[in-house]
């Protein structure tokens, strides 16, 4: 069992940033995957960013490359994502989530765990 806490949400004008993190606490945070969704009001579950469980590897969605950054430290058992030049269409619930079984996923349904989400809102 892994319980994931997001943090660093907020309000920020269009071409802010702004950093969240997602503290886990259980099983060896080692061991899993991690991602980052966001879920507009009326939208579905969209994947943003995803990391490799050592880090090595990083996926991003293509409204994000270039702006957004993941990255983990496994000694304090957290993930970040960064995120610059923040847009409207960025303002969302941001979740994150804990993959067990692949070494890296993109996908709602290959991640066990998720946060309860922190809310981001971009102003124009």
């Known amino acids: 069992q892994v319980q994931l806490v997001e943090s660093g949400g907020g309000l920020v004008q269009a071409g802010g940033s702004l950093r969240l993190s997602c503290a886990a606490s259980?099983?060896?945070?080692?061991?899993?995957?991690m991602g980052w969704f966001r879920q507009a009001p009326g939208k579905e579950r969209e994947f943003v960013a995803a990391i490799s469980r050592s880090g090595a590897l990083t996926s991003y969605a293509d409204s994000v490359k270039g702006r957004f950054t993941i990255s983990r430290d496994n000694d304090k058992n957290t993930v970040y994502l960064q995120m610059n030049g923040l847009k409207p269409e960025d303002t969302a619930v941001f979740s994150c989530?804990?993959?067990?079984?692949?070494?890296?996923?993109?996908?709602?349904?290959?991640?066990?765990?998720w946060g309860q989400g922190t809310q981001v809102t971009v102003s124009s």
């Open positions: 989530a804990a993959a067990s079984r692949p070494i890296i996923a993109t996908m709602v349904n290959q991640y066990d765990y």
């Open positions: 259980g099983r060896a945070f080692s061991n899993y995957a």
